[in-house]
């Protein structure tokens, strides 16, 4: 199918492809344990929400953090479905993902692709299923009780609930 067209499932228009796959990189990060972390529920989120307002970030990248904050624990979205609601691309959600300051109590971990493949986690594009610090992504989603099969893709429907 050729780029923008769209397909539907579970009642969703989701864009077909969502290619935050396309650079490499080199550095490496030194052992966090993630998973051990606390993540606030987003009814929890007051504090998170008043750094990021606080916070000297672009306008568009405080609307992707704001919006994930809305986004529940043992749930995923997708940079495609929170791309529409922002009016914007997959591309550019995932580029304001990868330069959260606030991970993981702004949960980017729980925006995958839209295919259910994990995409990328910290700035670092997942291959294959795995990558630098896609453990770390696995770890977080199924403390919080999302299931990954054996290839490393979500299984679900992609939570779309967001308020304006």
Not at 13 to 33: A, F, G, M
Not at 53 to 80: H, M, N
Not at 106 to 119: E, F, Q
Not at 120 to 136: A, D, V
Request: glycine share 10%; proline share 9%.
């Amino acid at each position: 199918m050729a780029p923008g067209l769209k397909r539907k499932r579970a009642a969703i228009e989701l864009p077909i492809s969502e290619d935050t796959n396309s650079r490499k990189h080199s550095k490496t990060t030194p052992d966090r344990d993630l998973a051990a972390e606390i993540v606030p529920r987003p009814e929890d989120m007051g504090p998170q929400l008043q750094r990021i307002a606080a916070s000297d970030r672009t306008a568009f990248e405080k609307k992707v953090w704001t919006l994930l904050c809305q986004i529940p624990p043992g749930c995923v979205s997708t940079y495609g479905l929170m791309a529409t609601h922002l009016g914007s691309s997959p591309r550019a959600v995932g580029n304001a993902l990868r330069r959260n300051p606030f991970a993981p109590q702004v949960p980017c971990h729980r925006v995958v692709a839209t295919g259910g493949a994990l995409g990328g986690f910290k700035g670092y594009p997942s291959k294959n299923g795995e990558g630098i610090t896609i453990g770390e992504k696995k770890s977080l989603l199924r403390k919080e009780g999302v299931r990954i099969d054996e290839k490393g893709r979500v299984l679900g429907t992609p939570w779309s609930g967001f308020a304006s």
